[in-house]
């Protein structure tokens, strides 16, 4: 399974380079480090159906890094939540799929989170009406580490494990993804704010939490499998702490902050494909 998903990951990696090109897109850097958890999210994890997106009983993805958003256009795209000619309309006036994504622009898009801070909030209230409602269904929310420095992720990470305790089980049917690739718009993220020990951080706030490799898509496929079927030892929220770096997948544009803001070339895109092994 982790063989095909690999290859799946390596092409949506060539996907996204090739639209940040052509659409002028930036955030590059951003949407290569996440594309592992999206991969092991949708290519085995994720209870939902892309020919019923709106299934009240569907899992909930938020990806609360909004400015990643090429990542998921194209994993829903590869998972059929759309069609080609939708995705090739990416970052154009008036088309479905703008730089940021707006809530219910394509199938499986379930929040704007242009704004930093404020996926978890929302995926807390989706896992709580879950609870309100005696649904089955689990809502997950991809961070970034530099949206850690948001108060409101703060707020959100210190009311879920509060809401725990009023609910039975709790509210063990919400996990945060941090994509910990340590480096944020200015610079490195701990030097902008201390964000080391980020693990006992959330720890600390009451959520089981683990850390991960975020590339390494065998630990990542167990980790949100075990979060999805129930942890007998934990009542509450869970935090996966994924240790992943900026741009992986390309060598010149991995661990380079260049790459926050930059459009790859004509060359750049030729010579990223040929590492990835792909052709778009």
Known sequence: MTTELAKTAARLRATVIQMSHEKHCPHLGSALSCLDI??????GVLSIDPKKPDDANRDRFILSKGHAAPALYAT?????????????????DGAELAEQPSPGCVPGMEAATGSLGHGLPIGL???????????????????????????????AAMTAPALS???????????????????????????????????DKWRA??????????HDLDQLVQTFTTFRDGNENFRG????????????????????????????????????????????
């Open 125 to 155: 209230g989706l896992a709580l009406a879950a609870k309100i409602q005696q649904r089955g269904y689990r809502v997950y929310v991809c961070l970034s580490d530099g949206e850690c420095n948001e108060g409101s992720v703060w707020e």
């Open 205 to 214: 706030f009451g959520w089981h939490t683990v850390e991960v490799d975020g």
């Open 38 to 43: 999206l991969t092991a999210l949708y290519g």
């Open 76 to 92: 829903l795209n590869h998972f059929q939540f759309f069609g080609d000619d939708v995705l090739a309309r990416f970052n154009e």
């Open 237 to 280: 929220p869970t935090a996966v702490i994924a240790h992943t770096t900026k741009g992986k997948g390309v060598s010149f544009m991995e661990d380079d902050n260049n790459w926050h803001y930059r459009i790859p070339k004509a060359d750049e895109v030729e010579a990223a494909h040929r590492e990835l092994g792909v052709s778009v």
């Open 165 to 199: 305790g009023a609910w039975g089980k709790g509210l063990d049917n919400l996990c945060a993804i941090v994509d910990y690739n340590k480096l944020q718009a200015t610079g490195r993220s701990n030097d902008i704010l201390h964000l080391e020990n980020l693990a």
